[in-house]
């Protein structure tokens, strides 16, 4: 595959996925029947807003029913269209496949800006839009399950879910109809970190193989590596957070909508995200060199570019001059086919996002099974565990006549609450797909020079795709 000419998005996730079957052993049929979406709906639905009626036009994109429900965020941003929604619903599909989550593949989206319209005015829009969907059973427990994406969070998905709830009064797992929730409204501990803190896992694997680091020109541990973050939104501002407090990399660079901040001595994520939530950008944030041109530092010298914000920023256009060669892809498609095909030529290792931003649907997967199950992960067997490291920690005093250490008590009896167990659930599922995802690249690779990552996780995705399509009989 060579791209000559810089392809939309949703074209752009088509020839991408075409890299990777054109490699396997596949019925060109069957490729065609997993690569097309399966339906998209568009619903133009008017608000009676600010003394007129607004109209405003949404989308529910169904990429593949091979598993039900079918899962994605709904994104509110004036980018949103067809396209857009379709390329995105795609993606789910094929991350939910690698992640092994049983879901298949849907997104949503709104064409609006959220930042145009106060709490109550965003609330009427979203109950509607949201009444649209739940009455074609596009939002349904066991059919469609939404979640935040882009410009909307557990607000909306708490709106959403009362929604759904006054529609079906009756249906007792209404509160699975929707994830991403408020703790409040049958939320899960730990799903706003979910997509941040899967990319730091992500990448922890990553840094456990030294045959990998080393194809990416790096060496040694995490602390102290220079990152970039384009985008301190929920993903973004998790991953960096994580990075920096946990791992001691150093945040270099940040890119927001208004431009860029550079600090070759770090930035400290907290302090910058209150400058940007007070003052709406980065601009006059005092501890850095500001950018203009923002796009332009991803251009800047580092060992990690974590794009977290759009789609299509690397391109043909910048890709030659990017200087990170480990860039990890926390948005949904940040790097274009035409910027994909220079960056591996130029030896750049792209953890894909449709691995490295799983975490957010993996988490959204546990949130669904608590709310069926109706009861807090951790809930039976806390007490009962600690029970049992007590006894553990008499029978070794007993037995050695020493007392145990006192700093390790507490770590050592204390039981998994929600969020450790949600945290171990994610760390192992993305150390798991990462496994797997690098046994095909370095397998593939030793005959083949151009595998990448990428490849391997469609390949791997389209696979389990396939199988399934296999057992339904089609
Ligand atoms: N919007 C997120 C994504 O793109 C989360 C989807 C979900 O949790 O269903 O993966």
Not at 40 to 69: D, N
Not at 170 to 185: M, N, Q, S, W, Y
Request: with cysteine.
């Amino acid at each position: 595959m060579s791209v000559e000419k810089e392809p939309g998005f949703r074209k752009s996730v088509e020839l991408l996925f075409m890299r990777a079957a054109e490699k396997m052993d596949l019925a060109p049929d069957l490729v065609n029947k997993i690569r097309v979406c399966n339906s998209t709906y568009t619903v133009r639905f008017g608000v009676k807003l600010r003394g007129r009626i607004q109209t405003f036009t949404g989308y529910r994109s169904v990429h593949s029913e091979h598993a039900e429900p079918v899962k994605g965020g709904i994104r509110y941003a004036l980018s949103v269209d067809q396209n857009e929604v379709e390329a995105l619903a795609a993606l789910m599909t094929y991350k939910c496949a690698l992640v092994e989550v049983p879901f298949g593949g849907s997104k949503g989206g709104l064409c609006i800006d959220p930042r145009a319209w106060d709490e109550e005015e965003l609330e009427r829009i979203t109950r509607r839009f949201a009444f649209e969907l739940i009455k074609r059973d596009l939002i349904n427990p066991s059919q469609n399950v939404p979640a935040p994406d882009m410009g909307t969070g557990e607000r909306e998905m708490a709106w959403i879910a009362d929604q759904y709830h006054r529609m079906n009064t009756t249906d007792i797992d209404a509160r699975a109809c929707v994830t991403g929730k408020p703790l409040e409204a049958g939320g899960i501990r730990g799903r706003v970190e979910a997509t941040g803190r899967g990319v730091q896992y992500g990448i922890r694997e990553f840094f456990r193989h030294e045959a990998d680091k080393q194809i990416a020109g790096l060496e040694g541990g995490l602390a102290g590596k220079r990152v970039i973050i384009q985008g301190l939104g929920n993903v973004g501002y998790h991953a960096g957070k994580f990075l920096q407090e946990e791992d001691d990399c150093k945040i270099v660079g940040v890119i927001e909508r208004d431009g860029a901040i550079i600090n070759d001595n770090g930035l400290d994520i907290e302090t910058l995200k209150s400058h940007i939530n007070e003052h709406g950008g980065v601009a006059k944030y005092p501890h850095g060199t500001y950018v203009e041109n923002g796009i332009s530092a991803l251009e800047h010298e580092c060992d990690i570019l974590i794009p977290a914000a759009l789609e299509s920023v690397i391109t043909r256009e910048n890709a030659g001059r990017i200087k990170a060669r480990f860039i990890v892809e926390a948005a949904n498609g940040p790097i274009t086919a035409g910027g994909d095909e220079i960056l591996r030529n130029n030896g750049v290792v792209i953890m894909p996002d449709m691995f490295a931003n799983a975490g957010g649907v993996t988490v959204s997967y546990f949130e669904w099974v608590k709310n069926l199950s109706h009861i807090r992960f951790g809930r039976m067997q806390r007490r009962q565990e600690e029970a049992r490291q007590e006894m553990v920690i008499e029978a070794l005093e007993k037995m050695t006549g020493k007392s145990f250490p006192d700093e390790l008590r507490g770590a050592f009896v204390s039981g998994a609450d929600e969020l450790t167990l949600v945290r171990s659930g994610l760390d192992d599922t993305m150390r798991g797909a990462y496994i797997n995802m690098r046994e095909t690249w370095h397998r593939l690779k030793r005959d083949d020079p151009s595998m990448d990552l990428r490849t391997a996780a469609y390949m791997i995705s389209i696979e389990r795709v396939a199988s399934s399509y296999r057992t339904l009989g089609l």
